[in-house]
């Protein structure tokens, strides 16, 4: 018999609906496309990047991130995705036992993270309105408090008074997960990583940036925090080629990219407009993807699957209920799931 671990014993795979549609608004990638840049990188670098080992702890991609978000390089962690940095975070600052809370609903990675190293998750639920409830999280007396804004799967932001307070009177190190933070309107914290010594903002470049399939994602912190997290992570989870595309889009790319988003804004309330000539009425969103109550929104979803659109289903989601989750993408693509749910409903 082999030995397996206890704590693994009744933990799933991750395994979202992946059946491949023609249209695919399930992931809340950027569906413009990948960075300009990224085409010259790969010409100029690919072959000749992969018979070596990448530079350890990514030097080039932390200098890069640091002249994106205006600090110093020592306040700058990277990882093999934002659920890397994430990861590391929770294997960092917790102990095996220890609890980890976060507001429910939330990123499902993050109770999955938890269990794998042997963390408590402990869901606060969401007040009524989807605020944040800074008292409920507080008296979990956790060491790790994980907050996500824009929050994924609701799309809605936390208030700065809420953040800063739950900061002020934590504990210990609270991590703000801001994967979607370049569709926001002033929803930005990094400020609080560069003035708080417990807490850590998590980026990504697998949303806005167009990234998504060479997972790069970065955080940043206070250096103390950072070093914690870099131990945690290791040298090597970068590839060389990820590393030099994600430099070339922060350093290149940013215009392209906030033009993306911004279209990707447009786009989500274009597609409210829609939804609500369904008779459908999505939470307010800041993020590139809308939430939208549906009952039986697995049959209905499975009915806009066999119609070739894939969009993420939610059943029974805390404060919500069953929920579509619709990422937002050129016109022509939403204009085909909005066309699928009308049939599907
Ligand atoms: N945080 C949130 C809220 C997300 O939705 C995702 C991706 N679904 C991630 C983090 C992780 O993204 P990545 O690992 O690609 O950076």
Redesign the pocket.
């Known amino acids: 018999m082999i030995p397996f671990r206890d704590t693994y014993r009744d933990i799933p795979l991750y395994s979202p609906a992946r059946k491949r549609c023609r249209v695919d608004l399930s992931?809340?990638t950027n569906l413009f496309g990948a960075p300009p840049s990224a085409e010259r990188v790969l010409r100029e670098e690919g072959l000749q990047s992969l018979a070596r080992y990448p530079a350890s702890y990514a030097p080039d991609l932390k200098r890069a991130v640091a002249a994106y978000a205006g600090v110093a390089v020592e306040n700058v962690t990277t990882g093999c995705?934002?659920?890397?940095v994430?990861d590391c975070a929770l294997r960092a600052f917790l102990e095996p036992g220890d609890a980890v809370a976060f507001p429910d609903p939330t990123?499902v990675?993050v109770p999955l993270f938890a269990r794998l190293s042997a963390l408590r998750p402990v869901p606060v639920p969401l007040r009524p309105d989807l605020a944040l409830d800074v008292d409920g999280l507080l008296a979990t007396g956790a060491k790790l408090l994980y907050v996500?804004t824009p929050n994924?799967p609701t799309g809605t932001v936390a208030s700065r008074a809420a953040l800063e307070r739950l900061v002020d009177r934590a504990p210990g190190v609270v991590v703000i997960?801001q994967?979607?933070v370049e569709f926001t309107r002033g929803g930005d914290f990094l400020d609080l990583a560069r003035t708080r010594p417990n807490v850590l903002v998590?980026r990504?470049?697998?949303k806005a940036f167009g990234l998504?399939g060479l997972?790069v994602?970065w955080g940043v912190g206070a250096p103390s925090l950072v070093a914690e997290v870099e131990k945690a992570r290791g040298p090597y989870k970068h590839t060389a080629l990820g590393e030099a595309v994600a430099v070339s889009a922060l350093t290149e790319d940013t215009a392209w990219m906030e033009a993306c988003a911004a279209e990707a804004v447009e786009n989500r309330e274009r597609l409210r407009g829609g939804l609500r000539v369904l008779g459908l009425e999505p939470l307010p969103s800041e993020a590139n993807f809308l939430l939208v109550p549906v009952p039986e929104a697995r049959r209905v979803g499975e009915a806009m699957r066999e119609r070739n659109v894939n969009v993420r289903v939610f059943e029974g989601l805390a404060g919500v209920g069953d929920a579509l989750r619709i990422g937002s993408a050129p016109w022509p693509l939403m204009a085909t799931a909005l066309k699928a749910l009308q049939e599907a409903l």
């Open positions: 992931d809340n995705g934002s659920d890397d994430i990123f990675m996500c994924n997960d994967a979607y998590t990504t470049m697998s998504a997972r994602g």
